[in-house]
């Protein structure tokens, strides 16, 4: 059996697992946040033997000692002081997302010498610009699917809170006829439009996150320049995590 390594991205209720074997992802697995006895019989059955973690609010101390130890210390706990293979420009580093380092090492370990436009949609969608010689300059961050759904309910006394089954297969060009539907048509393609604001000849936009699926198909279905390229890798925190685990351990 060769290598197995372990990608842990914990947010705030959950936690995502992604597997490597031998550089390869072979699957995706989501647990508890709290479920410590869970993550660790996963990795167990998977014989997993080095992992990395990056969270992106409260660090469970437990969660973090128990899958250290299950892999002999060969772990890594990205922090605002691991060393990284990319270049931080972003005023405030102590203040970045880890989440979004991640994904711009991630974007950088496919895209290496080309100008990267990452966009990760979930809770929130962040669009940061990663240049060709692999400086984060950071980017904009602006209310997710979800919670703009949410918004728009809460802060409003008549709109009834919607979902993603409330977007029509074939909203393209139609005029919502509906509550539901106009405000679903509102918030996807209003994001859609910002990441097509974003695009720059000549790059790669890599799209990512929970919503990155929809918004990438919507965004493919608009014309864009030549020479550049729009990709959509669900799994690319974990591969940014894996890259700079493999980076640490060469000793940068």
């Known amino acids: 059996m060769g290598s197995a390594f372990l990608a842990i991205d914990c947010g705030n209720s959950r936690l995502k697992t992604t597997l490597f074997q031998d550089s390869v992802c072979v699957e995706t697995t989501a647990f508890d946040s709290k479920d410590i006895e869970g993550v660790l019989l996963y990795m167990e059955s998977r014989g997993v033997d080095s992992a990395a973690m990056v969270s992106v609010g409260h660090t469970d101390v437990r969660m973090v000692e128990t899958v250290r130890q299950a892999v002999d210390d060969r772990f890594l706990l990205l922090t605002h002081n691991t060393p990284l293979p990319i270049v931080i420009g972003y005023d405030t580093p102590e203040t970045l997302g880890l989440d979004r380092v991640a994904a711009a090492a991630g974007a950088y370990s496919l895209y290496s010498g080309r100008t990267c436009v990452v966009a990760d949609a979930g809770t929130a969608l962040t669009v940061d610009l990663l240049d060709a010689e692999g400086t984060f300059w950071g980017g904009t961050i602006s209310p997710g699917i979800s919670m703009q759904f949410r918004a728009l309910h809460e802060g409003t006394h008549s709109l009834p809170e919607v979902s993603l089954r409330d977007y029509p297969v074939d909203a393209g060009g139609k005029v919502p006829g509906n509550t539901r539907t106009a405000i679903a048509v509102g918030v996807v393609d209003g994001m859609v439009d910002r990441l097509y604001c974003a695009r720059r000849p000549g790059t790669v936009m890599v799209v990512t996150g929970g919503d990155g699926d929809l918004l990438y198909r919507k965004l493919m279905e608009r014309e864009h320049p ?13 591969l940014g995590l894996k890259y700079i685990f493999d980076e640490y351990e060469k000793g940068i």
């Open 226 to 238: 030549d020479g550049m390229d729009i990709v959509y890798i669900p799994y690319l925190v974990a």
